[in-house]
T-cell receptor
Framework: QKEVEQDPGPLSVPEGAIVSLNCTYSNSAFQYFMWYRQYSRKGPELLMYTYSSGNKEDGRFTAQVDKSSKYISLFIRDSQPSDSATYLC??????????FGQGTELSVKP | DAGITQSPRHKVTETGTPVTLRCHQTENHRYMYWYRQDPGHGLRLIHYSYGVKDTDKGEVSDGYSVSRSKTEDFLLTLESATSSQTSVYFCAISEGGNSGNTIYFGEGSWLTVV
């Protein structure tokens, strides 16, 4: 079993839709949770970072962590074609190395 | 822009030849990483460095070696390239420490081994 599981998609939605991207993890020691966005043929860029259960909001993006269920989510409101990218979740424990999910490919259609 | 430069950005090489990828940072971050990204596997850590001349293996280190003689440079060497090493290679940096490990990536190096 992989330490981090992420549905690879692809996921296709119409412009303006709410998008939900999800990851599950197996080790309760993980404390830090990140979401990266990767455009085609580019390096991943950090989108959201959180280290606690609950929600963190940044503009149209909300990161949600449920440590009891070992489940993390990224919500995108009012999705735009420019949001079309691959989204990777990443987790780590204190001082540890990051472990990445496989990435979910998102396409937002105009 | 995270201040990371990878070179070369694209390379085609023959099986059995040595290849070196270079990562240069301008952020003076302590930690540097080499990842590879493949379909179905996501990003996997090859090697990382936590200081000059201090390196350690990641989960897919076989067939790769690294060196870090200066804070700003981290080299990844494929001693004898194989077709299974055809991949996209990303360098990354972080300040490290115990506050979580937020890392920033370079733009990638596309390597094809024929």
């Amino acid at each position: 079993q992989k330490e981090v599981e992420q549905d690879p998609g692809p996921l296709s939605v119409p412009e303006g839709a709410i998008v939900s991207l999800n990851c599950t993890y197996s080790n309760s020691a993980f404390q830090y949770f990140m979401w990266y966005r990767q455009y085609s043929r580019k390096g991943p860029e950090l989108l959201m970072y959180t280290y606690s259960s609950g929600n963190k909001e940044d503009g149209r993006f909300t990161a949600q962590v449920d440590k009891s269920s070992k489940y993390i989510s990224l919500f995108i409101r009012d999705s735009q074609p420019s949001d079309s990218a691959t989204y990777l979740c990443a987790i780590s424990n204190q001082g540890g190395k990051l472990i990445f999910g496989q990435g979910t490919e998102l396409s937002v259609k105009p | 822009d995270a201040g990371i430069t990878q070179s070369p950005r694209h390379k085609v090489t023959e099986t059995g030849t040595p290849v070196t990828l270079r990562c240069h940072q301008t952020e003076n971050h302590r930690y540097m990483y080499w990842y590879r990204q493949d379909p179905g596997h996501g990003l996997r850590l090859i090697h990382y460095s936590y200081g000059v001349k201090d390196t350690d293996k990641g989960e897919v280190s076989d067939g790769y070696s690294v060196s870090r003689s200066k804070t700003e440079d981290f080299l990844l060497t494929l001693e004898s390239a194989t077709s299974s090493q055809t991949s996209v290679y990303f360098c990354a940096i972080s300040e490290g420490g115990n506050s979580g490990n937020t890392i920033y990536f370079g733009e990638g190096s596309w390597l094809t081994v024929v």
